[in-house]
């Protein structure tokens, strides 16, 4: 039997992960043979930075009239309700690309026939909130550094995407527009010492604030470590409530904004540091570190500890929440002394999981094994 076209939907009007894994998730179905297209909000530009092989990306007009009869829907990103209920005479599949921390998630986890998750750690997530139509093996993903052009200068980006609600949000990024327009353009070079870097979109879920209000205190101990944070906020709040969890540390500390070669963002630093772990779904950024050559420091929780091997990939380190960053400083102290060097030279077999092949292969039996089943009633 014909495999049918999966129209898959991702309408984001912003970049993060689930968009990069919209992009090498095409990919994978096109490797492995089958057809699909991607509907997009035809006002978001980072689409053309990411690689898509040979899917076509159409922008959304009706949902309903999106999906024909014989083809399957696919939701990456929150649709309206309206949309949900357009494409319900057809099969659903959602990708759960959220874990669920706090009772809340997209409205198209309900309405899904079956959910696709990206982490171990979010299949556990939805298993207590008692969904039940959840595909068992998770997908997790693969380290895509295939973003926009290569650059041998790294500069500051956009700070945040401004939330065109909020009246502060538009006359903050209308002032940052205007400076950068009679400024000269602020490039990176690399500090003395030792460098941990965020590269990551600065969303309210990495939970930043929180981990720096416990790690601050250990650094101002270290003043030989620099900060580096490669990312845009997600809206100017919650930049304001990184600078100021940062601020003792002083000009250690340097915001670069939106970044499109992430490869260089990663060269220039010497360990990746991750958000806290519980809200967390997979970890892009720490896979992307690790493809880089770039070791990674992480909360010794899911989903790092499926994605991270300690000593090898990087190290794990106690939730500092717990213990007030003793075991963060134990391995910053090591690192510093040299006594902890990780042995990147052993990620190969690790990393495999997360080659793109594998992943392919995960996508390609997930999607038979949920086609293969009958639709079940909806009530």
Same mark, same amino acid.
């Given at each position: ?71 399957? $829907? ?9 949309? *949900? /209920?357009? &494409? %319900? !005479?057809? =099969?659903?599949?959602? @990708? ?15 309405? $899904? ?9 979010? *299949? /556990?997530? &939805? %298993? !207590?909130? =008692?969904?039940?139509? @959840? ?27 401004? /939330? ?121 950024n720490a896979l992307e ?81 949920v086609l293969s089943r ?6």
């Amino acid at each position: 039997m014909a495999r049918p076209t999966v129209v898959q939907f991702n309408t984001s009007p912003s970049l993060g992960g689930a968009e990069v894994y919209t992009a090498f998730f095409s990919r994978a179905l096109i490797e492995r043979g089958w057809r699909t297209r991607v509907v997009v909000d035809p006002a978001a530009a980072f689409w053309n930075d990411l690689d898509f092989g040979a899917a076509a990306r159409v922008s959304l007009t009706s949902p309903g009239a999106a999906v024909q009869a014989d083809e399957v $829907a696919l939701v990456h990103a929150p649709l309206p309700g309206a949309a *949900i /209920d357009a &494409l %319900s !005479r057809h =099969r659903v599949i959602g @990708v759960a690309h959220q874990a669920i921390y706090d009772g809340s998630y997209p409205a198209y986890y309900d309405r $899904a026939d079956t959910l696709l998750a990206v982490s171990q750690h979010v *299949i /556990d997530s &939805l %298993s !207590r909130s =008692r969904f039940a139509r @959840v595909h068992p093996t998770p997908l997790l993903g693969v380290a895509d550094l295939a973003r926009g052009e290569a650059t041998t200068t790294l500069s500051a980006g956009a700070l945040f995407d401004a /939330d065109r609600r909020k009246p502060r949000d538009r006359l903050m990024a209308a002032f940052a527009k205007a400076r950068a327009s009679f400024s000269a353009p602020r490039n990176f070079e690399r500090r003395p010492g030792l460098t941990l870097g965020v590269v990551s979109r600065l969303a309210p879920l990495k939970q930043f604030p929180a981990l720096f209000a416990q790690l601050v205190p250990v650094l101002e101990r270290h003043p030989r470590v620099n900060v580096e944070l490669f990312g845009a906020a997600v809206g100017y709040k919650t930049l304001a409530a990184i600078r100021r969890s940062l601020s003792p540390l002083g000009s250690r500390v340097r915001f670069w904004g939106q970044q499109r070669d992430v490869r260089a963002a990663y060269a220039a630093i010497d360990y990746l540091l991750t958000g806290l772990p519980e809200r967390e779904a997979l970890g892009l950024n720490a896979l992307e570190a690790c493809l880089a050559g770039t070791p990674v420091l992480a909360v010794a929780a899911p989903p790092f500890t499926e994605t991270l091997v300690d000593g090898v990939t990087g190290y794990l380190y106690n939730d500092p929440r717990n213990d007030g960053a003793a075991d963060f400083e134990r391995v910053l102290d090591g690192i510093e002394t040299g006594a902890l060097r990780p042995r990147m030279d052993l990620a190969s077999p690790h990393l495999t999981a997360f080659s793109f092949a594998s992943f392919a292969d995960r996508v390609d039996h997930a999607l038979d094994e949920v086609l293969s089943r009958p639709r079940a009633a909806r009530v």
